[in-house]
């Protein structure tokens, strides 16, 4: 079954003890991205990766970190999680665009909610 | 800067009521159209999009939204709710063959049963 897997689902820390969440895709998509959630301001984009090794920052990339290693996973990191990034978090991939005909679905995956105490 | 506006934060409805949602965007070329929706607890799930051709577009579970350029608009319609219509409703735009996705900041739908 094709989709996009986050873990963990649920997680609760406290200020300052790093943490990574991470996303896996299982339809060879090249790019792969990071939303946080939140109430009346929808779906902002952290971080972004167009494929292995390129990654770029989004609208709201401070206080995370990215990698994308290998072209299924692209893990969230918060090296000194925050208060302010209490919030659902959703992982998003879909092929890279090849050429303006091409049309790209975009699949989201589960949602990790994440409390930052 | 280019964006994307969804008129209506909050919307209350009757079953069978028809639905209309509002969603405008700011940028003048060429763009790809979404809505996605968001049912309690959920992830977002693909409703319909728009790419080319016909500018009234038929998505899942009745819906359709109509694409009017002179407009930058893309409207989500529905003839008459129900229940499960119960969501949140999320307008994104693809702008100048850029990868981004940028999404509307959504519209709560609630159907009174």
């Known amino acids: 079954e094709a989709q996009v897997t986050q873990n963990p689902r649920y997680l609760i820390t406290v200020t300052g003890k790093k943490l990574t969440v991470t996303c896996s895709q299982n339809?060879?998509?090249?790019?792969m991205s990071w939303y946080r959630q939140d109430p009346g301001l929808g779906l902002r984009q952290i971080y972004y990766?167009?494929?292995?090794?390129?990654?770029d920052k989004g609208d709201v990339p401070e206080g995370y970190k990215v990698s994308r290693k290998e072209k299924r996973n692209f893990p969230l990191i918060l090296e000194s999680p925050s208060p302010n990034q209490t919030s659902l978090y959703f992982c998003?991939?879909?092929?890279?665009?090849?050429?303006?005909?091409?049309?790209?679905?975009?699949?989201f995956g589960p949602g990790t909610r994440l409390t930052v105490l | 800067a280019q964006s994307v506006s969804q008129h209506n934060h909050h919307v209350i409805l009757s079953e069978a009521a028809s639905l209309e949602l509002g969603c405008n965007y700011s940028?003048?070329?060429?763009?790809?159209l979404f809505w996605y929706v968001q049912y309690p607890g959920q992830h977002l799930q693909l409703l319909l999009k728009?790419?080319?051709?016909?500018?009234l577009v038929k998505g899942i579970k009745g819906f359709e939204a109509e694409f009017i350029k002179s407009k930058f608009s893309f409207n989500l319609r529905k003839p008459s709710v129900q229940w499960s219509d119960t969501a949140e409703y999320f307008c994104?735009?693809?702008?100048?063959?850029?990868?981004?996705?940028?999404f509307g900041k959504g519209t709560r739908l609630h159907i009174l049963p």
């Open positions: 940028y003048g070329g060429t763009v790809n």
């Open positions: 728009y790419f080319s051709g016909d500018p």
């Open positions: 339809m060879n998509h090249e790019y």
């Open positions: 990766s167009m494929n292995v090794e390129v990654t």
């Open positions: 994104a735009v693809i702008m100048n063959r850029d990868d981004k996705i940028i």
């Open positions: 998003a991939s879909r092929r890279g665009l090849a050429g303006w005909s091409s049309y790209n679905e975009q699949f």
